[in-house]
């Protein structure tokens, strides 16, 4: 493991890919927090803003998550998609994977705000 930060180019590539990384999920728990906490204004107030706020905040959401899963694709089923059919296919994939995660993540926040409503019994 050693010999691969030896390079200064290696170093670089890792440090680059980290803050990426942790950027996207520092701005997927921000926005994470925006939708729950209008989900739980929502619920709490029972005001149609707060559900506006929530679907507009949470098609937010579904846009960041896009960019991370589509635009890059990070995810290759094919070491190279020249032809338009393994373009398509792995573009199916990350769409699959981005709808995955924004349905895992709209449940996450629901637990969290059922937790927080139950707590503070609201």
């Known amino acids: 493991?050693?010999?691969?930060?030896?390079?200064?180019r290696a170093k670089h590539r890792?440090?680059?890919?980290?803050?990426?990384?942790?950027?996207?999920?520092?701005?997927?728990?921000?926005?994470g927090s925006f939708v729950g906490i209008t989900r739980f204004f929502w619920i709490d107030t029972d005001k149609l803003v707060f559900g506006v706020l929530y679907w507009i905040l949470s098609a937010t959401l579904l846009a960041h998550m896009s960019a991370i899963f589509l635009l890059?694709?990070?995810?290759?089923i094919f070491k190279t998609?020249?032809?338009g059919w393994k373009y398509l296919v792995n573009a199916l994939l990350n769409l699959l994977i981005c709808v995955i995660a924004f349905g895992l993540t709209l449940w996450l926040?629901?637990?969290m705000i059922i937790g927080?409503?139950?707590r503070y019994r609201i």
């Open 1 to 8: 493991m050693t010999g691969l930060l030896e390079s200064p």
């Open 14 to 31: 890792l440090a680059t890919a980290l803050r990426e990384f942790s950027k996207d999920v520092f701005d997927l728990v921000r926005w």
């Open 72 to 76: 890059r694709t990070d995810v290759l």
């Open 81 to 83: 998609p020249d032809q």
């Open 109 to 111: 926040i629901e637990l």
């Open 116 to 118: 927080i409503s139950e």
